[in-house]
């Protein structure tokens, strides 16, 4: 995905994925469900793992920030990712 600019449609880049046909039925997805679910997994993967802002994994998951947070918060994701780091910082602050 390329950057856009503020009320800009981001530009998208179309990949094309194969997966098992097994998984389709263990995930109860159909195929054309597919597509959207790993856009949505990925971003919240990605924002997991520190290597995304909140604002660009809603937008890889095709999604507005409130909808991400609600998506977020329907998979019991925690929604605010902590670096160990930087909370060791700052609890040397506090202390």
Do not use: C, N
Request: hydrophobic share 40%.
């Amino acid at each position: 995905m390329g950057d856009s600019r503020p009320g800009e449609e981001p530009t998208m880049t179309e990949l094309s994925v194969s997966v098992p046909d097994s998984l389709f039925g263990r995930l109860r997805k159909a195929p054309h469900e597919m597509a959207r679910e790993m856009r949505i997994a990925s971003a919240i993967h990605w924002y997991g793992q520190g290597l995304i802002s909140m604002g660009r994994a809603a937008e890889t998951a095709g999604m507005d920030r409130p909808e991400f947070l609600a998506e977020l918060a329907r998979r019991k994701v925690d929604v605010f990712v902590v670096d160990e780091e930087d909370l060791e910082r700052e609890l040397k602050v506090v202390r």
